[in-house]
């Protein structure tokens, strides 16, 4: 008699565990995200728009502070190679245009003080400031002609020729032209390197956002619909 009744205690337990697990899934509510990925996306924001500033001012910041050290290394270097470029290169070409000054201050007798481009441009063109302010009359350009004596040049005949000397001296300027073009470039390298530096750490933080987004894992409570039993939902995505 006691074998039946614990027997038949047993049966009702099981049955109404079985009844339980039927109705844990029949009604489910609210979705509760584990990671919460809406944080997540906030701080991965935060952190491109950071990075993308720091690669403003200093290309390759940006990715270093994201953990691409191999592409900060690239954008580092082409950063100081353009830095040490620019400066030393725009250096140089002060250089030969003092030379140029030197060179015509020794054998044109200029007065290197306080000029102009347009008179060391007239420098290089004309023997002296005679046949400078002739071709300036004739032309009727009377307000470019030079009467001072501090503007006086005229190229000497020595070893070389008149023509020979203004030469040499247009050398040294086209010289320095040419080395200021240079530096030119790679400040334009620095601008473009800051660009191209800016837009990488754009793309790969949205490719990043954009794997995040389909991964997913998310946990839902779920009710019977007399609220007798309770269960949880566990989904996740790819």
């Known amino acids: 008699m006691k074998f039946s009744k614990v027997f038949l205690f047993i049966s009702l337990m099981l049955s109404l565990s079985v009844n339980a697990q039927v109705t844990v899934v029949e009604m ?4 509760i995200s584990v990671f919460e990925q809406e944080t997540q996306s906030e701080r991965s924001i935060k952190s491109a728009r950071l990075a993308m500033l720091a690669s403003a ?3 390759g910041v940006g990715q270093q502070y994201l953990g691409k050290s191999k592409t900060a ?4 270097g082409m950063e100081v190679l353009s830095i040490f470029g620019a400066v030393l290169l725009e250096k140089y070409s ?3 245009e003092d030379d140029a000054h030197g060179y015509a201050a020794l ?3 200029v007065d290197a003080r306080g000029k102009d481009e347009r008179f060391w441009t007239a420098v290089g063109r004309y023997a002296d400031m005679n046949a400078y302010n002739s071709d300036n009359w004739s032309n009727r350009e009377s307000g470019y002609v030079y009467s001072s004596e501090s503007m006086n040049w005229k190229w000497e005949n020595g070893e070389l020729s008149d ?3 203004q030469k040499r001296y247009n050398g040294f300027r ?3 032209r040419k080395i200021h073009t240079a530096a030119s470039i790679c400040i334009g390298a620095m601008i473009i390197n800051r660009v191209i530096s ?4 754009r793309a790969s933080t949205r490719y990043k956002a954009h794997q995040k987004e389909n991964l997913s894992f998310k946990v839902t409570p779920s009710f019977s619909s007399d609220f007798s039993a309770a269960g949880i939902n566990i989904s996740t995505g790819f």
């Open 28 to 31: 489910t509510t609210d979705t």
């Open 57 to 59: 001012a200093f290309p």
């Open 73 to 76: 290394l690239a954008f580092f």
């Open 94 to 96: 002060r250089q030969l």
């Open 107 to 109: 054998h044109a007798g």
């Open 163 to 165: 023509e020979q000397y």
């Open 174 to 176: 086209d010289a320095s």
């Open 198 to 201: 800016i837009v990488d750490i």
